[in-house]
C-alpha cells in the first residue's frame, strides 16, 4: 500500500509472547482517543500453517513502522548526519516528555505493564514529527499484577526490585514507571544515562543508601529544569510503592506547561 510497515517473527514456542504483545496493542489502541497515536499500531496477525524450516517462525505481525533509526535511542546516541531536530532545545525536551507519557499513561489506563521501557521503546515517525514519540517494542507486555511469560533481558533502565530480588510474581505499573523515569532524565540531560547497566543498579542497591546518594546527586547536579527535577525525584524512589502513578506524573506536566 506504499506505506513503511515493521514485521516481527516469533518462533511456533513463543505462542503466548505474540498473542500478549498483539493483545496489548489492539487493547491500547481499539478506541477513538487522540492519546492512541502515542502507541504503536497492529496491522495485521498471521499464523503459518506450519513452522518456517529456517528459524522455526509460525507467528508473523505486522505494525505501524518501528525503524531503529527512528529510535529514541538512535537520535540521542548514534545519528551521525544533520538534523533539524536539536534534542538539546527545551521546548523539544517538554514535548518529547509529554509523548512518552502519554505512551506510557495510555498502556496503563487499560491494566498493561510494558515492562521493557528504554531509549529503544520509542519511535517518531518522521523528523518533521520528532517530538511525537510512539511507544513499541510490546515484546513483553503483561497486564498488571500477573507474570505470564518471560521477563525481558535486564537493562540500565530494568527496576531495581526486579534486577534485585524478582522471582516471577506479580508485576505493577511502578515498574514502568521507574524504567520511564531513566528515559526521562536521558531526554533531560540531553544523552546522559543514568546508570551503566543492570550491574550498576544492582551494586548500587546493595545498600539503599548508595542508590539514595546516587539518584540525588545525578539530578541535582545534571538537571536544570526544576519542572523535570520534581517528576524525577517522582518516579525515581526506590520503594516500587512510593513512585507516583503515570497519571499522577502527567497531570502535573499538564499542569505546569498546559500541554492539554
Not at 505462542?15 to 482517543?33: H, I, K, Y
Not at 528504554?118 to 500477573?146: C, I, M, V
Not at 520534581?230 to 518516579?235: A, E, S, W
Amino acid at each position: 500500500d506504499g506505506i513503511k510497515h515493521s514485521i516481527h517473527y516469533f518462533s511456533s514456542s513463543n505462542l503466548g509472547m505474540f498473542v500478549q504483545s498483539v493483545n496489548a496493542v489492539l487493547c491500547c489502541t481499539s478506541d477513538s482517543r487522540e492519546s492512541n497515536q502515542y502507541i504503536m499500531k497492529s496491522k495485521q496477525g498471521i499464523v503459518l500453517w506450519k513452522p518456517t524450516p529456517t528459524f522455526n517462525y509460525q507467528y508473523i505481525w505486522i505494525t505501524s513502522p518501528m525503524i531503529p533509526e527512528h529510535s529514541l535511542y538512535y537520535l540521542l546516541f548514534e545519528r551521525k548526519t544533520r538534523t533539524f531536530v536539536d534534542h538539546h532545545n527545551p521546548d523539544y525536551k517538554i514535548w518529547s516528555v509529554y509523548a512518552v507519557l502519554k505512551g506510557v499513561e495510555t498502556l496503563h489506563r487499560h491494566a498493561f505493564v510494558h515492562l521493557a521501557i528504554d531509549l529503544k521503546a520509542f519511535y517518531y515517525d518522521h523528523e518533521t514529527k520528532a517530538s511525537d514519540w510512539r511507544l513499541g517494542n510490546f515484546g513483553y507486555p503483561q497486564l498488571k499484577e500477573k507474570s505470564t511469560i518471560p521477563l525481558p533481558p535486564y537493562t540500565s533502565f530494568t527496576a531495581p526490585e526486579i534486577i534485585r530480588s524478582h522471582q516471577g510474581g506479580g508485576v505493577g505499573f511502578s515498574d514502568d514507571i521507574w524504567s520511564l523515569g531513566c528515559v526521562i532524565y536521558t531526554i533531560a540531560t540531553g544523552g546522559q544515562l543514568l546508570f551503566e547497566n543492570d550491574i550498576h543498579v544492582k551494586n548500587l542497591m546493595t545498600f539503599n543508601d548508595d542508590m539514595k546518594q546516587h539518584l540525588k546527586i545525578s539530578i541535582r547536579d545534571n538537571i536544570e529544569n526544576e519542572v523535570f527535577k520534581v517528576i524525577l525525584q517522582d518516579m525515581l524512589q526506590i520503594d516500587p510503592v512510593q513512585r507516583k502513578s503515570i497519571s499522577h506524573v502527567l497531570d502535573y506536566w499538564n499542569q505546569i506547561y498546559n500541554m492539554e
